[in-house]
DNA sequence: CTTAAAATTTAGACAAGCCTAAAAAATAAA
DNA sequence: TTTATTTTTTAGGCTTGTCTAAATTTTAAG
């Protein structure tokens, strides 16, 4: 069995690992875990001692089969949770994260199981990130970034990146949701910004925007 | 903000001044929360610095007016996510406490507001206990334990004191559940046994059946 | 290739919660 | 009321997960 924090640092490295490759930095899972290098350090070498990550001194860590199925269980767990809040209990997409970081800790095979067939077996959660089957399968869906489309390019908007409260709320305000449709009608050489149309306004986005918002282009 | 383990206390606390009246033993708390009482008067100390519980050396412990309020509330997540987990997710009455146990440390009173309206605000468990409101206020409710019933008397059903899975399972055999009228047609003085009629059908039930059920005469 | 900087690990400490063994206080027995 | 028993507390240790400061290794610069 799996303490909390172990947990938290197993779901972080997966997700670095799939976000800059494998073979995950001290550096890189302190920063994601919000604590010293030297505390990483600590628990790399319990994890490592477990045999859930392999792992060599100075050369970073990587997820083993073991390893990865468990993170991937708790992801399922956090996902379906976050459903659960939106369609059930009527919160918003962006109220749901930090209840969820609980949720996903319950351990009870049964209880998930039941609540997957409760809510439908979805496939997505409120932001668009896939939810792996109880085998542990994501389903590869092809997403692109919004700041990789061309001018005039459009696409629909099927998940965010980034899933803080605060950028979910800026897309609130601007009506951009999963399931709205964008298209590019300018795009700046110089600083990757751009005009999109969502429905029939326009609005002016950074880079830093574009770069978090994913769609399916069609 | 309250750790796991001094919420599980509380708890406990709790329900022992509840069922033996005010002023708890460290052996009594050390005994319902499995450890030592070395241990316990570890706890006891912190939670008495937090005043959460007043106590004095030798003396005993009682839950101050927050220490109460703390523990009310946990055992409204409790019962409110067993309710959850047999009206929603069609688990069995003997089957929810485990995971209650560890749904009722979730930490997020909108969640608790909404679950509460989603199940429509229940006034008793799955196991006819009732949930305090969202004040810390419960409900007094009148209801005898069938060992106190004298032959011929009857009643319904209403709760289980114990609520362990293993006499829960034995009800379930026998078809005894919240809500089954049940009647005594003979009570054995020597060692307080009873026959009692459920629907059409007559059991014999030992003492410690006879006292862990909860009736409302009529 | 040697030095400087950055990344990583180790050493030593601390809080939370638990333990065993021993001391102290309260209670029961004689 | 003294002695024995039970209850409770204290003392000292252990594990988990964290920290700061220092040492070590790797990587980048000159
Ligand atoms: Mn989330
Ligand atoms: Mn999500
Ligand atoms: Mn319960
Ligand atoms: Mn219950």
Redesign the interface.
Known sequence: MFTLAEENYLKAIFHLENDYGTGVSTNAIADKMDTRASSATDMIQKLADKKVISYQKYKGASLTKKGKSIAVNIIRKHRLWEVF?VE????QWD?VH??AE??EH???D??IQ??DL?LGHPDFDPHGDPIPDKNGYIKPTEKKLLSKLKKNQQGICVGVKESSAKFLQYLDTRKIGIGSSIKVIEKEDFDQSMTIQVSNKQFFITKQISENLYLKTI
């Open positions: 809040l059930k209990l009527d919160f109220e930090e209840i609980q949720l319950i351990k009870s049964e209880l039941r609540l409760f």
